[in-house]
């Protein structure tokens, strides 16, 4: 086993502990049927965010996982994905703030645009993700590294369970409750992405794919 650099090993665990953090703000069996719920959305409706949300990223992939070959560098591609996202939580946010109040018939066609893009982008992210931890880890640091993310991703999405639970035992009105997750999903993103500048990602061969395995 070679020796793991400390600053990748900060980068991919600082990740995992807000990636896990952020979607517990999005919850797919808790937090959004509850949010859809509150919109007057149908069962329908929320079948639909639900298949946008697990199907686009896969139908997405298989467009970009050719595409992704074609870059020397995909840290960049990774940051953008990461902040599409983060923006995905706060359109959401600002639409239950501000246009909720005004015009209730925009909010879910609204909703359903951010969460599409939040969907692609993160399928994107994910392959990028992959891409960039095949370039900068070892093989034989991977599972070292994927545990002890493993383990700070379970305390993110803990204490992601923990804000939901006081916030809304707290009884805060709506939409307010559910913009203050989203906002939160805005930061925690946004921060998460931060330990991504430590790495310095090596160019890759248009001609190996060995670094496209995780």
Not at 67 to 75: A, I, R
């Amino acid at each position: 086993m070679k020796h793991i650099d400390k600053r990748v090993l900060l980068a991919y665990s600082w990740h995992g502990f807000f990636l896990a953090l952020t979607m517990s703000m999005i919850d797919l069996n808790t937090i959004l049927p509850s949010m859809i719920d509150e919109l007057g959305g149908s069962k329908l409706i929320f079948g639909m965010l639900y298949s946008i949300l697990l199907g686009a990223p896969l139908l997405f992939n298989l467009l970009f996982s050719y595409l992704l070959k074609k870059f020397s560098y995909s840290k960049k591609i990774l940051l953008l994905g990461i902040y599409l996202r983060s923006f995905s939580f706060l359109g959401i946010a600002l639409t239950l703030k501000y246009i909720y109040q005004e015009n209730q018939t925009q909010v879910l066609p609204l909703l359903t645009m951010f969460l599409f893009i939040f969907s692609i982008t993160g399928g994107f992210a994910g392959l990028s993700y992959s891409h960039l931890m095949g370039k900068t880890v070892q093989p034989s640091n991977r599972a070292l590294l994927l545990t002890i993310r493993q383990f700070l991703s379970s305390a993110g999405g803990l204490l992601g369970g923990f804000i939901i639970a006081r916030l809304f035992q707290n009884n805060a009105p709506f939409p307010d409750n559910y913009v203050v997750t989203m906002m939160i999903g805005f930061l925690g993103l946004s921060i998460s992405s931060l330990g991504f500048f430590l790495i310095k990602e090596p160019a890759s061969s248009h001609c190996d794919n060995e670094t496209l395995k995780s």
